[in-house]
């Protein structure tokens, strides 16, 4: 199967109706006939896939994840790569880390096929441009603790794929998420050649475009409006980026409990819930508490062991980097 944009010269592209997210969904054929709160119910019913496809993934997610783990504990970043929603659920998914968990911009980062312009409007024909990610990739400078997660619902964006090859070639480990099942997406392999007095010749395995080592399928079947993946596989897609970045930071000690504890305080809201969280736990007034934070350059987690093991900011980051950066060994578990 090629995964080349369609011809210059006018030729039709690939047919890509074998595809899941192609199909056509029985219940919704008569869709446009239904009234606003049969649709509604319809759309719901087909959204409840949504959570079972994710805990069908959750094996391979755990082993890709346990790798994007182990690459940034040596300096490594995760990226993602898609087009169209699927590059915008990436971007999103990048952009919420710093200030959830003060993580450095750099170490999660999204790439979206047109550019960051193709967040709001789309981009014609830039998923078709299989090297559109490189020039981005090469300024990144990828290595061997890398983890690169090329997102496409239907498995076949050339942008992706490009994207997957080079980082391969960088050393970095791969990934494809997608919403339809591998092997659709593996290439046919041509019949056998028979000749006269000559042995079957054996035709080769099928393989994918590009090397990939975490196969990330969220199988949602067909959507309610036929190949509209913003819908099922784009709400699947959305809850597996939260699982990945979100258990990767909770893996590098991002949180105490079930408590945002390295959270950046960009704002009101954020910084009242950094002055809650340290006058909870440490069972002081809110104005202690702000001044704790003030004294600890904002981080929550210096202001609790300042005040719970009565140190200096000084003593507190160098205690927190003794135990990396995790509160539990330290202060034991939250209240």
Not at 215 to 220: A, Q
Request: net charge neutral.
């Amino acid at each position: 199967m090629s995964d080349q944009p369609p011809a210059p010269n006018g030729q039709p592209p690939n047919d890509r109706g074998h595809l899941a997210t192609e199909q056509r969904l029985a219940a919704a054929a008569a869709i446009d006939a239904l009234s606003v709160e049969a649709t509604l119910r319809l759309m719901n019913t087909q959204d409840m896939e949504v959570p079972l496809a994710l805990r069908r993934a959750i094996p391979v997610l755990a082993k890709l994840i346990e790798a994007v783990v182990a690459g940034m504990r040596e300096g490594g970043r995760l990226i993602y790569c898609g087009a169209g929603t699927s590059g915008r659920l990436g971007v999103l998914d990048a952009s919420e880390c710093p200030p959830t968990f003060c993580s450095d911009p750099d170490q999660v980062v999204g790439l979206i096929a047109g550019g960051d312009g193709a967040l709001r409007k789309a981009v014609e024909g830039a998923e078709d441009q299989r090297d559109g990610a490189v020039p981005a990739l090469e300024r990144l400078r990828l290595t061997e603790h890398d983890t690169l997660i090329g997102i496409a619902a239907g498995g076949t964006t050339p942008y992706v794929w490009g994207a997957i090859d080079y980082a391969h070639a960088q050393g970095a480990t791969t990934a494809l998420m997608t919403c339809v099942p591998v092997k659709t997406l593996m290439a046919r392999p041509r019949a056998p050649v028979v000749k006269p007095n000559e042995p079957v010749s054996v035709p080769p395995k099928p393989e994918l475009p590009a090397p990939v080592y975490h196969k990330i399928e969220l199988l949602v079947g067909p959507e309610v409006l036929t190949g509209s993946t913003r819908m099922k596989a784009g709400s699947a897609t959305k809850l597996a980026l939260n699982m990945i970045s979100t258990t990767a930071m909770l893996q590098l000690g991002k949180a105490w409990g079930n408590l945002m504890v390295d959270l950046n305080a960009s704002n009101a809201k954020l910084l009242d819930r950094s002055i809650r969280i340290v006058s909870s736990q440490a069972r002081v007034s809110r104005d202690h508490a702000a001044e704790l934070l003030n004294e600890a350059g904002g981080r929550v987690k210096v202001a609790l062991v300042m005040a719970l093991r009565q140190v200096g900011p000084d003593e507190a980051r160098q205690l927190l980097d003794e135990h990396d950066q995790k509160l539990r060994p330290i202060l034991g578990p939250p209240r």
